[in-house]
């Protein structure tokens, strides 16, 4: 006789993100390189979580597209609803206005790897 | 069933400066208001909005004695890890500076922490006893003691002739 066994719990979720700014125009007083997004979404987290609770969740920062400014995060899975709600609550980035966009969140990375949102049918 | 379940701290404020010194009653006495108003604070730092705002909805400032320094606060179940682990980093209350919070005990019923602290303050007070060496400050504490416990005439009461 055959088991099925379907192991689904996985360590880690990730999700692929991207921090809107008003006047994308405009220049930010600090360029937002790999480490000022970084420094973005813990400030999200401590803001919110506070230092001990913010301190609590750890994220990685996996890879980051300076250009269209988006990245792909990973955190622990019992962390991902803290996280997701530091990033969704989050208003500002150094005085300008902003917005954290989640455009996939998958328990494996290979679920980032097409998304059926943005996928151009030829 | 989903249980209200509620933590109860019993805290005692130890200024570490006159640890040494005989306590004396403060100049401004402690309110419940700044006792709440700084844990809040506190909470608000080390938990941010989240930990603050769970606090504020449940948490009490029940029982507060200004001439021991010993706070009753009840807080529910589950906020409760937050003041918890907030506990080691207050370092003022009100008016009261560079002071450090002990922990004397938590109970889930302000009964037992009731319990707790009657014995806690019957320790304390050998303590205290021992403590003191003038020998006019030992009377006044004897007579106010005897006095509380109802007990000033019981030595009439032993020298009387005893019923034939």
Redesign the interface.
Known sequence: MYERRVITKSEFHYMRVSLDVQNPAKALPVELTNVYFKQAVTAALTRLFGDIGGAMVAVDVLKYNEGDRSAILRVHSHNLVKLWSALTLTDRYMSRKCAFRVHQVSPYLMGLAVNSREYEHT | MVRFKNRYFVLEIVHPLHASTHRSVQEQKLTSQEVYHSLKEE?????????SAAFSISCNVKYLNPYTNTIFVRIRRGPHRFLA??LPFIKKIGKQDNIFLNTLYVGATVRNCHKFLRNHNRQQLAVLLKKITHPEERKKLQTSLLRACVLENVETWNTQTPMQ
């Open positions: 909470v608000h730092k080390s938990h941010g909005d989240y930990g682990t907030t």
